[in-house]
């Protein structure tokens, strides 16, 4: 009996020392490391599965779909707030499967999301005053990098909270410069890990990228102050707002219509690129040389409004699939991590109308069907056993492509060439 005790109690140790190893070795992973590293691919991630977020995702839950991203070579996640449960559920589950599993990895780019005050309220927004809820949000954030520094690596101030569009919330830069320079500051001090990155994530022309009314000195000092550019582009929206890019064109009306589209998402791609490459040149312009990464792109794969069948005929899964590798390649390529958006789609987004693009992003759909850009990824068998609810992973439309293919808007046709515009 003493023998079996001893033995035990060794494995015991040996295990919880294989732990702390494990949770030395993901701290000295640092955001320096993980970013443009194609070995830590890179996705934005929300857990919610119902039509509400008061339908909260349970860690079991989250640890389920943390498996199946795992499975498909993720091992970087973007968050936007720290206001629910949902995100200190999602650095418990990470915490767990690392000690069911030392070999697993996970990252995390926290968000703290930023309001301006009157936002989501029957007031009127005051954009030139922030929220008194945003001391409370970054201090969450500051509490959980802190209690996890082995999985949180960037802290994200704010999620498209500098682009005036979004007129229910948006903040003046100097909100977000004020924000950044305290955690910067908090560093400096020690009250925050000193190798955690700083930045906010915002739409290209928030970054200076596209009407030159952005392009403050609030805009240049937060350039100056953030540890990396984290940038949104989204060639999908503007297939409706700015569709100079979009659309069949007359030197190719004697091609196929799936030669047609695949020129038009080349189209979409090289629009995202050179929004890209217009915040580098702002960056530049004023004496910065930092990475770049792209904290948000993607490509709904269902519509009924401006992107669907009535509209510039841009959302479904074969223009999804096609964006999505696109954007892999090149990021991969050029060292710049991708944010692809997003992981799974979420039906509360707009829940009054369920074909509402907002709620088809995902590259999973709800119920554990991964949509076509990942059906090479299930044919790998990386997926076998993984399940999303009740379900095991599988392809949708059951695999027949000649499905996916009959949802397919053609472009519509441009005749003449209209000069590409960015904002």
């Not at 096609?322 to 997003?342: A, M, P």
């Not at 695999?399 to 808007?409: H, K």
Request: hydrophobic residues 40%; aromatic residues 12%.
């Amino acid at each position: 009996m003493f023998k079996i005790n001893t033995y035990f109690l060794i494995s015991i140790i040996l295990l919880m020392a294989a732990c702390d190893n494990n949770h030395i070795q993901s701290e000295k992973i640092t955001a320096s490391k993980i970013l443009g590293n194609a070995e830590y691919q890179a996705i934005s991630y929300s857990g919610y599965r119902g039509i509400s977020r008061d339908e909260q995702p349970t860690v079991e839950e989250i640890k389920e779909d943390m498996l199946i991203l795992s499975a498909m070579g993720i091992k970087l996640l973007r968050t936007y707030d720290v206001t629910y449960e949902h995100t200190p559920n999602l650095l418990k589950s990470i915490t767990e499967l690392k000690k069911e599993n030392p070999e697993f990895e996970m990252f995390v780019m926290l968000g703290a999301w930023i309001d301006c005050k009157n936002a989501w309220t029957d007031l009127e927004p005051d954009h030139f005053t922030e929220s008194e809820k945003n001391a409370g949000e970054i201090d969450r954030a500051v509490a959980l990098a802190n209690q996890y520094p082995d999985i949180v690596k960037i802290i994200a101030v704010g999620n498209e909270a500098m682009i005036r569009w979004a007129a229910a919330y948006y903040v003046q830069p100097s909100v977000i410069l004020k924000w950044v320079n305290h955690l910067q500051k908090m560093k400096l001090d020690g009250k925050l890990h000193k190798d955690l990155w700083i930045t906010c994530s915002d739409n290209f022309a928030s970054w200076g990228g596209g009407d030159p009314s952005y392009q403050t000195e609030d805009l240049k000092q937060l350039i100056h102050s953030v540890d990396f550019i984290s940038l949104h582009t989204y060639p999908m929206h503007d297939t409706h707002y700015n569709p100079s890019f979009w659309g069949v064109r007359n030197e190719e009306s004697e091609l196929s219509e799936v030669e047609k589209i695949d020129k038009a998402m080349a189209r979409a791609v090289e629009y995202a690129q050179a929004q890209y490459q217009q915040v580098k040149i702002f960056m530049k312009s004023i004496g910065v040389d930092k990475p770049i990464h792209i904290g948000e792109t993607g490509w709904a794969t269902i519509s009924n409004e401006n992107y669907g069948m009535e509209g510039s005929k841009a959302a479904d899964e074969y223009k999804s699939a096609i964006y999505y590798q696109s954007l892999r390649n090149w990021c991969d390529t050029e060292g710049i991590t991708c944010f692809f958006f997003e992981a799974f789609d979420e039906p509360w987004k707009d829940a009054a109308n369920p074909q509402g693009s907002e709620n088809h992003f995902g590259l999973f759909t709800v119920d554990g069907k991964a949509k076509l850009a990942l059906w090479p990824v299930v044919d790998e068998g990386v997926f076998e056993g993984l399940k999303r609810g009740d379900n095991f992973i599988s392809k949708t439309h059951y695999g027949v492509l000649d499905s996916v293919i009959q949802n397919v808007g053609l472009p519509p046709v441009r005749e003449a060439q209209i000069p590409i515009k960015f904002y």
